[in-house]
């Protein structure tokens, strides 16, 4: 048996009066998800445990079988692993992106408002070289900047500060930035970083021809998403099989990485809108021929949800449905037994631009003998309502899907 894990960032979500009280993945024509959900077994699904913020780090290693409770450390050091950047014991590792924050005439924070979370979703070529600008002037012995993908990059402190309170900048758009810096031990490094990063973000060519172009300015570093390193058991000694990750993300790489996966990288995955889809679908399905398990990643409906565009994230949620799920469900008929996993690692609903905590649905579909077997009555398309079927699967500890999707 091979098994395929298709996960829909943030595709969930909540009901929108603008579409009948109906939420995007409801709305959306999704006929091969659809599929999977009619004929497989469906349910609901857990991801963020009590007491944890409702992120991608969190809800992923949910979905890969590692409790979040007992190994999340944050999300940076995991993004760390997949750029190699090796992290001492006493090392913290930052998010730190590239945003555009509106200073209403005045660089006073009590005034300064949050405009964009990524700059615009700024291109990798134009922000790797500001962040090695930053890392020039800013940089020491102590603190390292790393260039990533897009708005996404790391900072790393070395015997520093994790215990404070850190904002993610996707959850405060269009809010005043005042209540929402990093504050308590070490918190007063990261604003004067924040502060000294202003000036030299916008005096730098790229932002000044950006301007000229009227595209949002990189204007400021902010940082999220600290931690030290992770260490988790190897997905192969756990469950016996040899994994790879497909995703544009340095998260869900890193995290493959953690838990022993290979990487496959496809050319034209952005982790935005325009990604590759059907490239990923097919390289799933020819990765099947050397790899047990496959994790296929799509961010796409996460980054609509973020930007609130109704429009934007139906069209992505109905891209994974045709681009992803159909052309894996089409090339699995000249494939042996596999199992599909279908699951939103989260909720990022229109209404709040950020992730949530509530359940989202899943559906696994087996081919051969055991897809009538294990076939879920009185579901009729996949979407929120499997989490409210009376005859559902239920995993409120998220973890433990990955168990039964394995070990059925």
Known sequence: MK???????????????????????????????????????????????????????????????????????????IEAVY???????????????????EFRNSKNNDKTLMEDYSAGHISTKEAGSMIRHINNKLGNK???????????????????????????????????????????????????????????LLSHPVNRKRIQQGLPPANS????????RLSIPLFRKKYGLRGAVISAVDLIKGLGLCAGFDILNVKGATGYLDTNYTGKARTALNALKKFDIIYLHVEAPDEAGHI???????????????????TVLKGLQKTGDCSILLVPDHATPISVKSHTAEAV????????????????????????????????????????????????
């Open 142 to 200: 102590d603190i390292c900047f790393y260039p990533g993908m897009s708005y996404r990059h790391l900072m790393v402190w070395k015997n520093g500060k994790h215990r404070m309170k850190c904002t993610p900048p996707h959850d405060i758009p269009g809010k005043i930035i005042a209540d929402y810096l990093p504050s308590g031990e070490g918190g007063r490094v990261l604003r004067m970083l924040m502060e000294q990063s202003r000036d030299l």
């Open 361 to 408: 649905p899943f559906a696994i579909y087996r081919s051969g003998d055991h897809k009538v077997q294990e076939a879920t009555t009185g579901i009729k398309s996949f979407s929120e309502n499997i989490c409210r079927a009376k005859n559902a699967l239920s995993f409120e500890q998220g973890y433990k899907l990955m168990d039964y999707f394995i070990k059925k």
């Open 221 to 228: 570093l902010w940082f999220w998403g600290q931690g030290r």
């Open 3 to 77: 098994y395929i894990v298709l996960v829909g960032d943030g595709m969930a979500g909540r009901p929108i009066k603008k579409l009948g009280n109906k939420t995007c993945l409801q709305k959306a024509r999704t006929p091969n998800m659809d599929f999977i959900a009619v004929n497989g077994v469906a349910g609901s699904l857990k991801s963020i445990p009590e007491g944890l913020a409702p992120g991608s780090d969190v809800a992923n290693l949910s979905i890969f079988g590692y409790n979040p409770s007992k190994y999340f450390s944050g999300r940076a050091p």
């Open 83 to 101: 750029r190699g950047i090796s992290l001492g014991p006493k090392d913290v590792a930052f998010r730190c992106n590239l945003v555009t924050l």
């Open 308 to 326: 609130g565009d109704i429009k934007a994230k139906i069209q992505a949620i109905e891209d994974f449905d045709s681009k992803v799920v159909g």
